[in-house]
């Protein structure tokens, strides 16, 4: 499988070689789609939480007489079929959302995702990605020669200057091969890894 190599003007001025255990493998959609749900579940904090029927705040007198009214009878208004009442099965903040993915399946799946990005022309490759100062214009301005607007970076090392400069950058995120998430990868519309990177990431999902 071969990759386009970027130059500073996000020219493609040649292309390299890249493993096919990683970016050279068939797309699994039902495998990806089940990586990227397990990946937002697993990051939810289950802290929401509901009141039932003995935790509202509410009177326990009768809201009307038992007959003559017409009406379905009630005893209290705390009662889950009345506006204000307690839920029935009420959200706790105890709640568990996680879902286990295992290993194997997790490497598959992302090496899918890098080898369809692969195959749309949405990753490509650049030799490195430096800052001489954290100033985040300087790193704006670099991509902006590359004509790059929605980017995620794999650099094999992100040093202070890098990270300052692009944390307060929008869509733009830089991290290391160990911090590449399914979500990332499918949201950003370009995904560009450095040389060092990508025998990083071959070792990891491959």
């Not at 040649?14 to 495998?31: A, C, H, I, Q, W």
């Not at 992302?110 to 214009?137: C, H, N, W, Y």
């Not at 650099?155 to 991290?175: C, G, M, P, T």
């Not at 370009?190 to 990177?197: Q, S």
């Amino acid at each position: 499988m071969q990759v386009e190599l970027l130059n500073d003007q996000g020219l493609a001025s040649s292309k390299v070689d890249v493993p096919d255990t990683v970016f050279g493998r068939e797309y699994n959609e039902s495998l990806v789609h089940q990586v990227v749900v397990a990946f937002q579940a697993n990051a939810r904090q289950g802290t929401r939480a509901q009141k039932d029927r003995e935790q509202v705040h509410h009177s326990t007198k009768k809201p009307f007489k038992q007959k003559g009214t017409g009406r379905a009878r009630a005893g209290m208004t705390s009662s889950p079929l009345w506006r204000g009442g307690g839920r029935i099965f009420p959200n706790m903040p105890d709640e568990n959302f996680t879902q286990k993915i295992n290993k194997k399946m997790y490497r598959a799946g992302m090496a899918s995702i890098f080898s369809q990005l692969a195959r749309e022309g949405r990753l490509a490759v650049v030799d490195s990605l430096t800052v001489d100062s954290p100033k985040t214009k300087v790193l704006a301005d670099k991509f902006k020669a590359m004509n790059l607007k929605s980017v995620l970076v794999i650099a094999d090392e992100v040093d202070e200057n890098l990270y300052l400069a692009s944390r307060n950058l929008v869509n733009i995120l830089v991290v290391e091969p160990r911090y590449a998430d399914p979500v990332s990868l499918v949201h950003y519309k370009k995904v560009l890894v450095t040389k060092a990177a990508m025998d990083k990431l071959k070792e990891m999902f491959a």
